[in-house]
């Protein structure tokens, strides 16, 4: 894929980019190593400072940043403002809380009489450059939840971004600098995925951060594990929607919308596989589908439009050889279906579609569906909800919706994900952990877990 702009609402192509020679990636990895000796030993409040000093010219930005992001990939506007608000509001999370996550541990006294010490401290150090491979579909949030973090824990970053949003790249690296970071502290590097390899392979590269598709996770984390570098890996998700007869249907089926078609459906964790009781199934239905039908679609600049275009043709076009492949194998299309064909939306649209009558041969109950597709399921009970929920490669977050406080105990007990939300939209949010299990990934962003991936947990023992 060459490095380039291309708005997706009409396939324009608005700017190409030279990658980045051998020569400037070498000075950017010489200044990385040299930032870090001296930006790990400054403080917390300085750090603080410049997180904050971001975080109001992100707020001062935020217009422009917007139309960057629905520019770039095509988000609707509304939300592109959105995504800049919670940035600038996680950058001053962590500017706030970084100190006190990672102070320092006293372990229990009599552990420490145990070892003859008259003093243990469990301290957290940086590790030093860390590179992050990051993917367009929330350009700007997907690398704040790793800088954030990983800036205020003193370590520097290295950002390769995806190749479809140059210009939010190249935006991020200079609002860092325009803080007042130090120039070497967050650096963009305009490279081709062929190029990761070599850099994490780099022994002054320590670390990786991962958010992206199961074989970019597979290769990053292949190369670092034969480096022995520690990497975090927030790969696809196929998020189940559990609907249990005690739920207030209306609400769950408003909401369910809204979770299978924000960022026009292009979300890991947006839910996707909607698996409902037989009690309440067709009243569920009924109300889902009426709720996807009434979605508008059209030009993501507009301010009423709800789905705007996916970010790729590519996309576009993988995204209807699932529905296709489903609706071959026998699915029934209770709405969409077929890609969009409208003269005033040139672009690469695909219309909000509800499918039903899956069955576990058809690549979509597999694959995640990167787009406004959701498929519907009948369960016959609680226990077979459970089955069909983790019945997926994936493990990423998961919703129920119920009443009972038993279903509650059962979901949180045996949900094979990262998160369970119950009555709820699936969120992430500074305070708490992100991440999954099985192929969606390891380990954890956000909150203090994520803060503390990317620090060497270091004992200091002192003797009697």
């Not at 770039?72 to 592109?80: L, N, S, V």
């Not at 993917?135 to 824990?153: D, E, K, S, T, Y």
């Not at 390891?442 to 003797?463: A, D, K, P």
Request: hydrophobic share 40%; charged share 25%.
């Amino acid at each position: 894929m060459p490095i380039a702009t291309v708005n997706p609402a009409n396939g324009e192509t608005l700017k190409t980019y030279e990658a980045m020679g051998e020569e400037e990636l070498e000075r950017r990895l010489q200044l990385a190593e040299a930032t870090f000796r001296t930006y790990r030993t400054s403080t917390f409040a300085e750090r603080a400072g410049l997180l904050h000093r971001a975080a109001d010219l992100l707020d001062e930005d935020v217009q422009d940043a917007a139309r960057m992001l629905t520019t770039e990939m095509g988000k609707p506007i509304r939300q592109a403002r959105a995504e800049v608000t919670k940035c600038a509001k996680a950058m001053r999370w962590y500017a706030d809380h970084a100190e006190a996550l990672l102070a320092d541990e006293e372990p229990a006294e009599s552990d420490v009489r145990d070892t003859g010490a008259s003093r243990v401290r469990v301290r957290y150090r940086p590790l030093g450059p860390v590179l992050a491979v990051m993917p367009w579909n929330f350009p700007l949030w997907q690398v704040i939840r790793f800088a954030a973090p990983a800036l205020m824990a003193g370590n520097v970053g290295l950002l390769k971004h995806a190749s479809n949003v140059p210009r939010t790249a190249l935006y991020l690296e200079d609002l860092f600098h325009r803080a007042g970071c130090p120039e070497g502290c967050f650096q963009t590097l305009l490279i081709g995925s062929a190029q990761v390899d070599e850099i994490l392979r780099d022994d002054r590269v320590k670390a990786a951060t991962l958010t992206g598709s199961e074989p970019a996770g597979r290769a990053v984390a292949s190369t670092a594990g034969e480096m022995i570098k520690k990497t975090v890996l927030e790969l696809g998700g196929s998020d189940p929607y559990v609907v249990l007869p005690s739920a207030d249907l209306d609400r769950a089926a408003q909401i369910a919308v809204t979770a299978r078609v924000q960022n026009n459906g292009q979300s890991c964790i947006a839910a996707k596989r909607f698996i409902v009781h037989t009690d309440v199934y067709d009243a569920f239905a009924e109300r889902f589908v009426a709720g996807m039908k009434a979605l508008r679609v059209g030009d993501p600049m507009d301010e009423e439009t709800d789905v705007g275009p996916l970010a790729s043709e590519q996309g576009r076009d993988d995204l209807e050889e699932l529905v296709d492949d489903a609706l071959r194998s026998g699915a029934t299309a209770l709405c969409g279906g077929h890609r969009l064909r409208r003269p005033e939306l040139p672009g690469w649209y695909y219309p909000p579609t509800v499918l039903a009558g899956i069955t576990r041969e058809m690549r979509i109950h597999r694959e995640e569906a990167f787009g406004p597709v959701a498929t519907l399921y009948r369960a016959g009970d609680v226990d077979e909800a459970v089955l069909i929920a983790n019945d997926s490669p994936f493990g990423l977050s998961s919703n129920v919706w119920t009443r009972e406080e038993a279903d509650v105990d059962r979901f949180a007990r045996d949900m094979e994900a990262g998160s369970v939300f119950v009555n709820g939209m699936t969120a992430s949010h500074p305070a708490f952990p992100f991440g999954g299990v099985k192929r969606s990934g390891y380990g954890r962003e956000l909150s203090g877990h994520g803060i503390r991936e990317f620090c060497n947990i270091t004992t200091v023992w002192h003797g009697a």
